[in-house]
């Protein structure tokens, strides 16, 4: 990886972005990008979640999967740090801070099985990442899905003005966006460095 | 899962689950369902052939286990048991994988191990194996994979050929083509699954009922997740 803290943060938010370029989080990304409201409230527990479980996984593999060999429980053990996490948050925002639990409460859950949340602590064991560059790789991360999931949302609003080919569907059409999209975050190669 | 399945007979039934898979209940263009893994690991036939055998075994594997055991299996830890079950045979292929073919393994990466969070695999068995005999489990999860096998290895094949003007190491092209890389960007990958998507609807007529953005068939493999409070 480059050497550059500040440019695996800008690649992962842009060039690298998690929903565009790694295909991750689609799901959600489909389905809520057409309510702005709800797309922000998941963008935040995404992020979220995202960054704390890639650095609780991060160090359960170096102080614990590595140092007894079973890094081939790795992905195991990264759901189980996912589900328990996203599970204590709510019991804790239910029991203590019961507003942010109102607005977010109801994303815990999906967020769990968000694709994209277990595949940024893969991707930052597999491309062996320092402490670090696994706290910007995961922020940037979350926060590139964010803008993905907010800019569809916005194209998807002007959707109403056009007539586009009934064979592609409301999902076809979605996806044509995002190859468009794909293109254009593409395009900022050289951000990154 | 038709509302007819109580009068026509089993056999048929079976045949009609598997059908379902490849046609009304396409995972990938009906249910709109594992689209990660489609758009992510078919640059090319061989990663996406692999891909989609590493599917199909652990869908087959998963949903006999779940199908045999589903009486066994408390509703309130339904979905954590049929994540431990999946992974299983993920863990294994990956491990097989990683010996004989390190090559494609280094390729497709964490995109192996996401197989777990395959929404397919979640949605056959929350809406078929946990509820049927291991006959028609089988024959549903079949349907699944063959449906979502075929659909991979057409797009990869697709965008190997329009990226690179070869297919599995034969040039197929004439000279004179310049070799599109757009296609083997991720730009790219939208749009080859948006056209096969267009193709699809267009030949099962538009009319087909699709999940779509507010109803994508992944919210169906999360709701009963959330009904339990987070239970995976």
Redesign the interface.
């Known amino acids: 990886m480059s050497g550059s803290l500040t440019g695996l943060f800008l690649s992962s938010v842009f060039t690298g972005n998690i929903a565009?370029?790694?295909?991750?989080?689609?799901?959600?990304f489909?389905?809520l990008?057409?309510k702005p409201a709800l797309a922000a409230a998941m963008g935040v527990s995404v992020t979220f979640v995202m960054t704390v479980t890639a650095m609780l996984n991060w160090l359960l593999m170096r102080y614990v999967l590595v140092p007894y060999r079973i890094e081939?429980m790795?992905?195991?053990a990264f759901?189980l740090v996912i589900?328990a996490l996203?599970?204590v948050l709510?019991l804790f925002l239910d029991r203590f801070a019961p507003r942010i639990f109102a607005a977010f409460g109801?994303f815990?859950?999906?967020v769990?099985?968000n694709?994209a949340i277990?595949?940024v602590s893969?991707?930052a064991s597999?491309r062996e990442y320092g402490f670090a560059e696994t706290l910007l790789y995961s922020l940037g991360s979350g926060i590139g899905w964010t803008l993905a999931i907010l800019l569809m949302g916005g194209l998807?609003r002007h959707l109403i003005f056009c007539r586009p080919?009934?064979?592609?569907?409301?999902?076809?059409?979605?996806?044509?966006l995002?190859?468009?999209m794909?293109?254009a975050f593409?395009c900022l190669a050289g951000v990154g460095g | 899962m038709n509302g007819n399945e109580i009068t026509v007979q089993r056999r048929s039934e079976a045949w009609e689950l598997f059908r379902a898979g490849l046609g009304e209940h396409h995972p990938i263009f009906v249910s709109v369902l594992g689209i990660c893994s489609t758009l992510a690991v078919t640059t090319a036939v061989r990663y996406a052939a692999v891909m989609a055998g590493i599917v199909t075994v652990t869908l087959l594997l998963s949903a006999l286990i779940v199908s045999l055991l589903r009486r066994r299996i408390p509703p309130t830890y339904r979905i954590i048991t049929s994540l431990l079950l999946i992974s299983t045979p993920v863990i294994l292929l990956e491990k097989l994988l990683r010996l004989h073919a390190p090559a494609i393994a280094g390729e497709l990466g964490p995109y192996v191990g996401l197989v777990i969070t395959n929404c397919i695999i979640l949605g056959r068995i929350e809406a078929c194996a946990s509820l049927r005999s291991p006959k028609m489990a089988l024959a549903d999860a079949l349907g699944a994979a063959l449906g979502y096998g075929t659909v991979l290895v057409a797009i990869a094949a697709s965008r190997e050929l329009l990226g690179t003007g070869r297919v599995m190491g034969y040039d197929i092209a004439p000279a004179w083509y310049p070799s599109c890389a757009f296609f083997q960007r991720p730009a790219g990958a939208f749009l080859a699954l948006a056209l096969m998507l267009a193709l699809f609807r267009h030949l099962r007529g538009t009319g087909t009922k699709q999940g779509s953005g507010g109803t994508c068939g992944c919210s169906r493999a999360d709701t009963p997740a959330s009904g339990n409070g987070g239970g995976v």
């Open positions: 565009l370029t790694g295909f991750l989080g689609l799901c959600p489909l389905s990008s057409r081939y790795q992905i195991l759901m589900a996203t599970q709510e109801v815990l859950p999906l769990a099985v694709c277990l595949g893969l991707f597999f998807r080919p009934a064979a592609l569907g409301p999902v076809g059409i979605v996806m044509t995002a190859s468009l794909a293109l593409g």
